[in-house]
């Protein structure tokens, strides 16, 4: 398939239509954001490996009976995915609590919570994305029952999926993001997964290998997508 114009350019990955109005062409950027556009900066690398790192899940997933966006590999940073129209919802499951949910609950942060849990918030950079609950998507028209039904329940098994797979490579999952698109009238998983969007900890030392490195100032940035990249041994 061939690359045509750039369609829209985000934070972290630019899109690209392709001569098929079904699929187009992702290009993984190494420019990293963190709250809301307003910390900036470039992880080396990184682009690689969430490309990669994110195909090969998709790929895992597929086989899991997850259907997902992602067609081909191009190259180390493009993909060639199916060109779906994005639910506006980030899709957040948390196994632990971290970030945002420690500090709304008061739950230290690595406190292992007693089930997985589901939210979501509303794709909107102007407002922040806030955080949005079922009855409130209903009623806004962001997605339908069905689409919700179908959304939690593919969330769920992705999260079983990963857990177990990042078990394997001494990784805790504890939380992660996810985005769905719409697909012909089916529902798919679409965007990345990746340290980007996934909080990662090493099993033993629970070592953060993930992007709070960097939006905490912690140092070894680079280093930690590396080393994730380095245990899934897709070289
Ligand atoms: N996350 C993300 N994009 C966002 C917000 C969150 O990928 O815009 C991911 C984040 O990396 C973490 C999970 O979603 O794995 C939960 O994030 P949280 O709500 O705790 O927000 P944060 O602390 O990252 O602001």
Not at 6 to 29: H, M, N, P, R, W
Not at 67 to 86: A, C, F, G, N, Q
Not at 100 to 124: H, V
Not at 175 to 189: M, N, Q, S, V
Request: glycine residues 6%; negative net charge.
């Amino acid at each position: 398939m061939e690359k045509k114009e750039q369609l829209y350019e985000g934070k972290a990955k630019k899109v690209f239509a392709t001569d098929d109005a079904d699929y187009c062409i992702v290009s993984y950027k190494d420019d990293a954001t963190a709250f809301n556009g307003e910390k900036k900066g470039t992880i080396a690398g990184k682009g690689v490996v969430n490309n990669r790192m994110s195909n090969m899940l998709c790929k895992l997933l597929e086989q899991k009976g997850v259907p997902s966006h992602y067609v081909e590999e191009l190259s180390d940073r493009e993909t060639l995915v199916k060109k779906v129209d994005i639910v506006p919802l980030e899709v957040i499951i948390r196994n632990t609590a971290a970030g945002s949910f420690s500090k709304r609950f008061g739950i230290a942060e690595g406190t292992k919570l007693k089930c997985p849990t589901l939210e979501y918030c509303l794709k909107d950079d102007a407002l922040g994305d806030p955080m949005i609950n079922d009855t409130q998507i209903l009623a806004i028209d962001a997605a339908t029952r069905e689409e919700l039904d179908k959304i939690a329940a593919m969330a769920y098994k992705v999260n079983e999926v990963l857990i177990e797979f990042f078990r394997t490579i001494g990784i805790e999952l504890i939380d992660f993001k996810i985005e769905f698109g719409r697909f012909h009238g089916d529902i798919i998983l679409a965007d990345e997964i990746s340290p980007d969007t996934c909080r990662l900890w090493d099993i033993e030392t629970h070592q953060k290998l993930d992007k709070d490195r960097f939006r905490r100032d912690m140092g070894g940035v680079e280093e930690a997508y590396a080393e994730v990249f380095k245990r899934l041994n897709l070289d």
